[in-house]
């Protein structure tokens, strides 16, 4: 048994990304065990069978396996800037559904043989536009309020960021021509944020008998 909660994570996973800002924000410390994707510990899928990251694995044994669940513990132990208070299940649930399925058919279109059909350049476009549906609406609503929920960032925004970083790496130079003002402010004081900065530093994939890395606020 760790002494710490540990936390089984992979550095560019959003959903990882996400589940330590949580903690993080919310001053908790782990052991934390970088996963290589292709080659999991077998201790992984021991602790949660779906062998997925984030994996938390709290001092008494409990397994917290899904990303939105970590962050809601994390912040029912300390939530300093009151980020449930944005916690916005409406945008959470496109986000984590609609949002994600046309974030991974046109980031990885390729792992979608079927779906595409033979006409792969189509299939791959034609998700980037739903995704842009999305992501205009999310502009509009920046510019009423600032952040997704209030003026101030919340569980939503930090829920939502990783994801549409990732859907902005895609083609860069692409989505900084389609117009999101509200947006690209949004995203780019995120990325600037010493909050993301903290979460964000390499580690050697984990393997028993390593050294713990000890992960959080000091």
């Known amino acids: 048994m760790s002494a710490l909660p540990v936390l089984y994570s992979f550095r560019r996973c959003p959903y990882a990304m996400r589940a330590r800002m949580a903690l993080w924000i919310a001053g908790i410390t782990v052991e934390l065990r970088e996963v290589k994707l292709a080659d ?76 595409a059909r033979g ?6 476009l034609d998700h980037r536009t739903h995704g842009l549906t999305i992501l205009r609406d999310l502009d509009s609503r920046l510019g009423e309020h600032g952040q997704l929920c209030g003026a101030r960032r919340s569980f939503t925004d930090i829920a939502l960021f990783p994801f549409i970083r990732q859907f902005a790496n895609t083609d860069r130079t692409w989505f900084d021509m389609q117009g999101l003002p509200q947006l690209e402010r949004w995203l780019e004081d995120h990325l600037a944020s010493e909050l993301f900065k903290a979460v964000m530093p390499k580690f050697a994939p984990w393997k028993a008998g390593d050294e713990p890395v000890v992960f959080g606020p000091q």
């Open 119 to 124: 006409d792969g350049e189509s299939f791959r």
């Open 40 to 115: 999991k510990p077998p201790e992984l899928a021991e602790a949660s069978p779906k062998a997925t990251v984030p994996v938390l694995v709290l001092e008494d044994g409990t397994v917290v396996d899904e990303s939105i669940a970590v962050m809601r513990w994390a912040l029912a132990q300390n939530d300093p800037e009151d980020w449930l208070g944005g916690d916005d299940a409406a945008l959470l649930a496109r986000n984590d559904g609609p949002f994600k399925h046309h974030l991974d058919r046109y980031k990885y279109p390729t792992r979608y043989p079927e779906e």
